[in-house]
Every structure is written in C-alpha cells, then in structure tokens.
C-alpha cells in the first residue's frame, strides 16, 4: 500500500491539491528551523560580543581580595582565567607634575575577551592588543601626557615604583558602567602591584576575577560550585549587569524573534488545519469509491497516514534545507558588515523544525483526515449525502492545545504565548459574534442594494456560519502580522531613539565652577552639541529617618552602596519621569530630595522620609519629596539624587556634560586638555559604536524574519480564500450558465470577499492592539502606546488582500465554461 | 416504521439466482437507489436482512461490508465515479490493489483492452468522453471477477448511441464472467435485455413491467 500512498501523493500535487497544505508545512518547519538556526548563531556571537563588555564571560567583583583558590579551581576546570585589581592613586612624574589617576593593575591574560586599544601617541591612530603592559611597564591616558609632560619611554612614579610609559591606553573592553569619580586611566601589570606598596587594607579599591570559557556547560558548572561561597560584598556578574542597555536590547530581539517563530508556527497551523480540512472534503468522495470497491476503513486510515507521514518527511527536509538557507543568506548578505563572526548552529534548530512538522501533521492535518475513513460509501450513489459529522469543535480544542504548547515550547514563556492567545481568543469571541451579526444585518440594507450588491450580500448570508468563520480566520492571520509589526516597530523605534546618531560619546568630568562659563564657551565656539553642564557633588547617606544605617561587614561594599553623586536643578532632567510625589517649585530653598526609583527601593525609602546625608565633612538632611525613573541607556549624565539648587548652593561642587565628537574632530581633544588640564575627559565613542552596530545587526535580523512570517500569514489567507473557493465557484457557475454577466459575477464576488475582509481587518487591529499591550506591557518590559497608524493598515490591507485573493482564486468560474467547472468540484 | 420516519421500502423479497441478470425499474423517487444500496452493502437497513452467497451482510460491520464488496461486488454507476486523479489504468487496478494481487496491472491491461481502451491507458478520466469513461468504469467492474455486479442506471449520462455500446458491453462481459446482473434503471429498452424484470413502486417491488 505504501506505493499506493506514494502514487496518490504524486497525483495530488500534479492536480494541485496538496500545494498550500505542502507549502504551509515547508514554511514552518522553515521558519523553526530557520529562526531557531538564526538566533542560536546570532546569540552565540552577540553573547561573545557583549562579552567583551566584561573583559570576560563571567565576572566576580569584591572590595576585598578574594581567594585565589577560586582561580585556580577556574584553571583546574579549563576555564580561561584573570585578575584585576582597579584603585586610585597619584602618578608622579620628575619632581613637579603629579595628578590622581584612576589605576587598573591586570594580569597578563585580560582580557579574555574583546580588545584593549592603545595608540603610539596621545589621541593617535588606533591599534589593538590582546593583553595590556608588560611588567614595568604602563600605558597611560592619552590627556596625561600632556599633564604630566611625558612621552613614550619616559619614566613615571606609582607608589614606590618607577614604570616606563610604554603605550597610549585608549579604551579597555570593560571600562564602560565604573568611570565616574575616578581620574585618568593608568594600565599596569598585576604582578607589579606590590612594588607600588600602595594597596593597603582598607584601600577604596575593587578587585576582579575574570573567567571565560568557550565550553558553556564548564562555564556553568563553575558558577554553580562558586555561587554558593560568595559572601556579601562578592558579586557575580554576568552580560546583562555588565552592560544592562545591550542586555536589554538583546533579551527584547530574542523576545521578539521567538515571538515571530511562534506566530509563524501558529499561522502555519491555521493554514494546514484549513488546507488538510479542504483536502480531506475533495478526498471524501474518492473515499467512498475506495471504500465501495472494498477499501476498509483501516486501509484508508493506513493510506492517508501514510501519505501524511510521507509528506512530513518531504516537507521537514525541504524545510529544513531552506530554513537553513534563509539563515545563511541573511549572514551571507549581511555577514561583512557584522563586525561579530556568526557562531555554529548545530543539528537542534533542525530538530525542532522536523518536531514541529510532526505536531503540525498530527493535530492540525491528521484530525480531518483520520475521518475521511468514515466516510460512507453510499456517496457514490447519492453525492448529496451529508458529509459525515465533522467534530470540528474537537479539532479546534486539539489545534488549540497544539499552538499553545508549541509557543510555550518554542518562546520558554509563558507570558508571551498568553499574550498572543489572548488576542487570538479575543478575535474568535468577538469576531464570531460580530461577524454574525453584522451578516444578518445586511439583509436589510441588501435587498433594496443594486443586484450585483443583492448577490453579495446573499452569498454572504447564505453561508453565515461558514463566513463568519471564515473572518475570523482571516482576522487571526492579519491579527498576528499586525502584532509583529507593531512589536518590531516599537522595538526598532525604542532602539533608535536609546541611540540616536547623535548619541553623546564623551563625557568630562571634574570641571571646576570658575571653569564652567568657560568650557561653554568653547564647547560653542567648537560647534559642539553637549548637554547641559550639571553640577555633581559627591556625598554619603548616613540616616533614615533618623535611623543610621545597618553597617555592612565589608567596608569597601558599604561605601559604594551609600556613596552616590549628587546634583541639583531646578527643573526635572530631560530624561527623568516622575513616578510619584511633585518637582518642586522654582527657587525652592526647602530641604527636599528627588530620589531615583531604584535608589530609593534600596534604602526603602519613599516620598515623606527624612534622609540625612553627609556632603564633604557637613550634614545635610532632606525629604524625599519624589521618585523618579530614568533612562540608563541614554549616554546621559544620570543621578540618582536630584536638590533644589539653593540647598546645595553652599557645598563645593564640579560640572559634569556629556557631549558628541565626529571621529575626525578628535583632535579637539587635545586642545581641550591643554586648555584644561585637571578636566577628566571620558571616551566613549567606541562602545557606543559598538553598541549601535550590535543594534542594527538585530534590527536587521527582526525585518528579515517579519518578512518571513509576512509569507506565512499569507499563506493562511490563501487557504482561508480557497477553502471557500469550491461552494462559491459552484454557485457562481449556475449564475454563469443562466447567462450572469462577467461583471455581475466576479463583482458580487468581489463585494463578498472585501465585506469579510473589512470585518477580519477590523476585528485583527482590536485583537492586535489588546495582544500588543500584553506582550509590551507584560513581557518585554516596554512601554505601551496605541498606535493609530495601524487601523488604516489592518482594515484596508485586510480588504484589498482578501477581496483580491478571493476574486482571483475564483476567476476560473469566468473564463472557463461553467459545465467544466462544476464537473471539476 | 412508525413515528415521523419515513418508509422507504416495505415489505420486499427478492431471490436473484447465481448467473441471472435483473433489471429493477422505477420512476425518480421510487427507492431505486436506496434498494442498490441495501443489496450492495453500501448501506444498513433499519430492517430486514440481505444475503449474498449465504453471507448475511447485513449483520456485517462496514468494514467487514468493504472487505466482502471488495471480494465479491463490482459496481457500475451512472456518474461513472472514476476517481479524477488516477489514469485509466491506475482506476482500474485499484480494486486488485486493494484486495493485495500481484498482478494488478496485468489484468487491469487485459480488461482495458476488452473494453477497446487499450491506447489510452494513461488517460486521465478528464481527458476522455463520457462513454470511455463509462468503458473504464465497466473494466474497473469486472477487474476483480465479481459474483455479483451491480449497476446504477449505466447509460444515464450517455447519448443513446454510446449508451447502446456500453449495455452491450455490460452485457457481453456479463455472460463471459458468468456474473450475477443487477441493474437499476428507468429505461425500458436496458431492461428488457435482462433475465428478470422488477418494478419499484411507492417502495413495493412486483415482478415483471
């Protein structure tokens, strides 16, 4: 029988029966197999990327040295390993010039990963290294040399020992997050720490331990057995604390590519569910032929099971081939322009493809076809005959079931694939309801209607059941594109305004008050856009409401919690949104703070308590008078305490801003430190490179995979039109053969399909809108906005495809004669 | 039949020989169809019993029906039922497939040719007219060597001349293979060709015209 089954098949598809349901398996299993492919490869190189933000894979910081036994257990396991150690410290050279540098001793293996640049003189040509000075030797921020009036080879003091200043250090993989209040950078070995005899216990230093590992499950091993013998004041950070706006950025791409796997799974569902249902309604007279000249039901089960498990198997390896494909193209395209190298796949994308096939077969294709072996074999005298009762309600439960469980499967979150039923859940109940009554509301406005609109209408009630499912199929399919335009969109938008063109790449730091009118004015005069310059004071929290606070064992870890920078303004910071309580007014003398939310949740502090603080050797006390959030990703000067000017009028204060350099005004650098040296200047310029580069890699990715699912949910609606096509088609040829004009058919058609696909658009924006604030609200940690631009999209995309789709499946019944068409039903 | 059901067919015995050929008329609506049905076993009775070469099949299950029509019963129906996506050759060999022979194709060709389609084997039923389509269906029919053949108003989609090829191929095929007859019509001319003569009327059967 299998060659029976073989046989069939191929007759099936040269009669073109089996094209959608075919064409929907391939596109999902594609679409597993090619997202999941994408994202493995693109995760692989994005996490080594971000990595480079940590210098490493993983990081442990302390206040305090930590064992070194933990290093070598890190070796012992084949993990990469090295140390750090960062603290402030004067760096002398000859008698007279001295400044406090900000002084990071490494061990000859950091870092493991990304790149330290350096340049062979001060703001000069950039090159990279993969380890940092040599002992004896240190590399030094660009603006020292001029501050200290030293060149390459010159010799300078740390501490007690002497250094040979060996290279210009122009950034370090893992120098973004902890560069405000500290000095200049100075690059030096681990081993000549000692020399330098200016660690002493009680030192504000941090020390790092750096691990990285190209075997993840080593890495993860290494984790669980270090985790449990961390102590406060030791923390473990991975990428997403290292760097949390790529983080982000990354967990939301992910997000969003499993989301659109997910939706593409579900559309291809919908869209083998309706082309099996089609397929086994055509096969049901073949069966019944079969079943008369003896064919039991179990050969018809055994027949179609067959074919079905044959087509599974076409499909996965087509699918598989081009899921992998699409993948490859879109490195192959975009692959020079990564400046990351895509990391390997492996065979799991492909499992999940051929898995997903064969849930797809099972509870979308198999219900439909299982029952064609109960079909009567009387149909071969009496073709009228009723087709055998369909269950379709249980078919529903178990594609239902099916989705639910493959986008929990495939997203890992529950959320989301609520999220996505909800709304689907929503253009069911609704649309079922709305579509119902809206089609038997027609027949009054019909009937006094035109004739070509009398026919539409009528068509449209005629088959009021099967219509109003119909819709709300439609509805789902264009419900699902919308939800992923609007995620991507927003995802996009969110990205691009985190890091506009513009994005501030350097900071300055440590500008005197007599400076400020100054720095200004030739920030101005230079043409350079800077933020506005803030006043930063650096303080303690000492006291809540009276209460001091609980000290903490490791005094190194205490400080860094209670130290913060403080500033004052009279206005709310551009990025800042109130959360709770009011700004305070204009030339406020009260003793009031605004706290940022997070700050203030770790003191557990609201708005109405009295916090007393310490701002050089003065007390000051204040109450909270508001929370705010505020944008941690946006490159600008951000505090967590925000004064009414006049409070901290009193206290000695330096200016910060941020500004944008274009790569070839660097030199402005230079003159800038010249004219003021004790100015710290920051360069961020390449991280933020880096991170805009990650970012439209991934905006990227999430466009080729819209256009993915775009051909997906295409596909929905064309089985959707077709599975309708037969009655229609039977219909309209009657009509043609009692002389029905070409017009009067193909417009009564027309005016059917764009009806239903104005109600599946309309029903699609709503559904999409309440899917969208689930998703964005709830699962990608976004803020939600309605989005009015999509309403015109929804309903008028749904009308034109639908009502084209519909008219061109059935153009046949106009240029055929209407006996061949009817003899071919 | 009591309640709102409606009685189709009442009261009817009807002894058909091994070898005989019969003809049962009737006007549209008369139960013609639904009597094949029942004496083919592609139906249940709600009463009564049929038995064909001492197997009752009405106290078969549907598959055990399909299993005995597949051995026993060829049809012959007037919309042909050629199942569109086969050629000529693949419809015919079908029920030989069905009951397992090796030699499907063999004798698949052997009947085609007997019923002068033997050029057109790999034709699909679009491709060709009503009677050789018909011609096909009459191969598909006696492909298996049935005991007993039943068909449905044969000529009914036929002009009167191809009608008058495929009855006296029906005819001629029928007397070769020794087979039973049973053949539903409302055309007086087809069965008066047959042995026996029965009329369907208001569900009750009487023997002769």
New interface residues.
Partial sequence: MSVTATRMLARDWRGGELGVLVAALVLAVAVVSGISAFTTRLQVALEQESHRFLAADRVVRSGREMPAEWLQEGSSRQLQTARLLTFPSMIYAGDESMVLASVKAASSAYPLRGELRYSQEPFGEILTATTGPQPGEVWLDSRLFPLLDVGLGDQVMIGEAEFTVAAAARTEPDQAGSFLGYGPRVLMHYDDIDATEVVQPGSRVEYRQLYASADNAALEDFVDWLEPQLQEGQRLLDVRQGQPGLGDALARAESFLLLAGSLGVVLAGVAIALAARRFSERHNDYVAIMKSLGATSATITRLYGRSLLLLGVAATVTGCALGWSLQAAFFGLFGDQLPIEPGPAGLRPYAIGAATALVCLLSFAWPPLRRLSLASPLRVLRRDMPLEERRTFVDYAVGLAAVSGLMWWYSGDWRLTAGVLAGLAVTVVLGLALALTLLRGGRLVGMSAGSIWRLALAGLQRRGTANALQVVIFAMAIMLLLVLLLVRTSLIDAWQTQLPEDTPNHFMLNIAPQEVGDVEQLLQAENIPAAPLYPMIRGRILSVNGEPLPQTDDKAEGRRQREANFTWSDKLPADNTLVEGDWWPPNSAAEEVSLEQEFAERFGVTVGDRIGFQVGSEPLEATVTSIRTLDWQSFNPNFWLVFPPRLLASYPATFMTSFYLEPEEKPFLNRFIRQFPTVTVVEMDVVVAQVRSIISQVSAAVELVLAVIVAAGALVLVAGVQASVDARMHESSILRALGASRRLVLGGLLIEFAAMGLFAGLLATVAAELSVYILQAQVMGMYYQPSPWVWPIGIGAGTVLIAGLGVFNCRKVVSSPPLSVLREL | MAGGELAILKGITLEIKSGDSVAIIGASGSGK?TL??LL?G??EASGGRVIINDTDISALD??QR??????N?G?V?Q?F??????TAL?NVM??L???GQADARKQAEHFLERVGLAERTSHYP?QMSGGEQQRVAIA?AFA?SPAILFA?EPTGNLDTTTGGIIVDLLFDLNREQGTTLVLVTHDHALAARCEHRFRLDAGALVEGN
């Fill in positions: 169809s094949l049905g083919a592609l139906d549907e598959d399909a299993l005995f029509r597949g051995r019963v049809f129906f919309s039922q050629l199942l569109p996506a086969l693949e079908l029920p497939e069905l009951q679009r598909r298996n449905d």
